[in-house]
């Protein structure tokens, strides 16, 4: 997902949930600038910093691998 992507998902999800951005800020456990920074799109914003952004908004992030699993323990 593109960094514009992300900063379009968190500022539509932030405006469904009626949440200013301070107040996301404070229910994350971060700086208002932050959520100002990733709805700006600006891309050096820590990967636990989104993450809990995400997680006050309910937004789930899935993890693929190119890789394919296997079930073997001993790899």
Not at 17 to 31: D, F, K, M, T, W
Not at 46 to 71: A, G, H, S, W, Y
């Amino acid at each position: 997902m593109a960094t514009h992507e992300i900063a379009n998902l968190v500022h539509y999800y932030r405006k469904q949930s009626g949440l200013s951005q301070q107040e996301l800020a404070r229910l994350a456990g971060v700086g208002k600038t932050v959520i100002y920074d990733i709805e700006k799109g600006k891309e050096s914003v820590r990967l636990n910093t989104l993450l809990k952004v995400f997680d006050v908004l309910n937004i789930q992030m899935k993890f693929e691998t190119p890789f394919p699993q296997t079930t073997d323990n001993n790899s």
